[in-house]
């Protein structure tokens, strides 16, 4: 018998079904994959175009480029799900589009089309599809960039762009609960600025504060508002809700909070659940007599908090089978991965050959 050659290995493994990777220790780590998909947006073209799949790998750039230099950049983040009959479901894509268009107009960016933005979203998953977890074991997120991409020392926006998707698996997340630690030194974000979008730039500045909690023995920091510092806002990188008897509450987003589509998509699930679900301005007092308090993002989905830590005083919140956010947890992730049915269309299904 002859040993394959190494192309023929490589084009082995890239057609098993499933990559070789241990599906139940998966975390939130980059796994690497196999594809990426960057498209261009040139001086001479003035569009995004001739979007291609690419070997994932490390990227060259101008060391003068915007986005190295004055953080020209945005983020998303989604998942693909693989369903019971091993079809792989999208959740809401479109919404991650829109929200990026947004973000790229307050970052003085051109962005790509919704169309383009879903289609690259697909490219990446049929690519990468044998890195999207077995049914019920993980998803495969998929996290969109755009960033400034052309040489430019002065401080303006870039002249050209890049929008480039990669993925890796991820498990469930589905262990563990929050302690949350209010922080009322540190703002997330303040008005006029850019916590409403998912700029590259809303990260690192919350790492010490951050990094601190942790220390301490926190998950994560509840930001309050910069204007009075007597409102709830929203974690590092979650939507926060409270429940006391039938209502629902969330802190409205309205520029200081970045609207999460979880957020959005758990508000509907629980109106059709009867709660009455409130936006509105979350004073942290209210904090203090809430029953549950959950927190909503793509890679945690729902996860109770079971407690909140506010100048050195502690309050404990209800956990458990019997909470609201089991409740919608097991609701949300029914309809991601195709258990629960779709009634509001928010699943869009992705099938075709690995390479388009
Ligand atoms: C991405 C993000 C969220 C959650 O948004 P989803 O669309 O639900 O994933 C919440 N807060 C911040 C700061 C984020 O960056």
Not at 90 to 110: I, Q, S, T, Y
Not at 182 to 195: L, S, Y
Not at 322 to 334: D, N, R, S, W
Request: hydrophobic share 35%; with cysteine.
């Amino acid at each position: 018998m002859t040993s394959l050659s190494k192309q023929e290995q490589v084009e082995c493994r890239e057609k098993a079904e499933y990559a070789n990777v241990n599906w139940d220790e998966l975390g939130f780590a980059l796994t690497k994959t196999d594809y990426m998909y960057v498209m261009k947006f040139t001086e001479e073209e003035q569009m995004f175009c001739n979007g291609t799949l690419i070997r994932f790998g490390n990227i060259q750039m101008c060391p003068s480029s915007g986005i190295l230099n004055y953080g020209q950049g945005l983020f998303e983040g989604l998942k693909a799900y693989r369903k019971e009959d091993e079809g792989i479901l999208l959740f809401r894509p479109e919404e991650n589009a829109l929200r990026m268009k947004v973000g790229a107009d307050r970052m003085c960016m051109p962005s790509p089309t919704v169309d383009q933005f879903i289609d690259a979203v697909k490219k990446t998953v049929l690519a990468n599809k044998r890195w999207v977890p077995p049914h019920g074991r993980g998803s495969l997120y998929i996290r969109p960039l755009l960033m400034g991409t052309g040489r430019n020392l002065e401080v303006k926006p870039s002249s050209e762009y890049t929008f480039l998707v990669y993925a890796s698996p991820v498990g469930n997340g589905l262990k563990g609960v929050l302690n949350l630690m209010v922080e009322d030194n540190v703002h997330r974000a303040t008005p006029g600025g850019t916590g409403g979008i998912k700029a590259v730039t809303n990260y690192s500045p919350i790492y010490k504060p951050l990094t601190e909690a942790k220390a301490k023995g926190f998950s994560d920091l509840l930001y309050l508002d910069a204007l009075t510092g007597s409102n709830i806002e929203e974690c590092s990188g979650c939507n926060i809700f409270i429940l006391k008897g039938n209502v629902i509450s969330t802190p409205t987003t309205h520029g200081t909070i970045l609207p999460g589509i979880t957020r959005k998509s758990i508000m509907e699930i629980a109106s059709g659940f009867g709660y009455q679900v409130e936006e509105r301005a979350t004073p942290i007092k209210e904090v203090f007599d809430a029953e549950e308090v959950f927190c909503t993002g793509t890679a945690m989905i729902v996860k109770s908090v079971a407690s909140i830590t506010y100048q050195g005083k502690r309050i404990e919140y209800k956990l458990g089978a019997e909470t609201l956010a089991q409740k919608l947890h097991a609701t949300l992730t029914g309809i991601q991965t195709g258990v629960n049915e779709d009634k509001l269309g928010w699943t869009m299904v992705i099938d075709g050959p690995p390479f388009l």
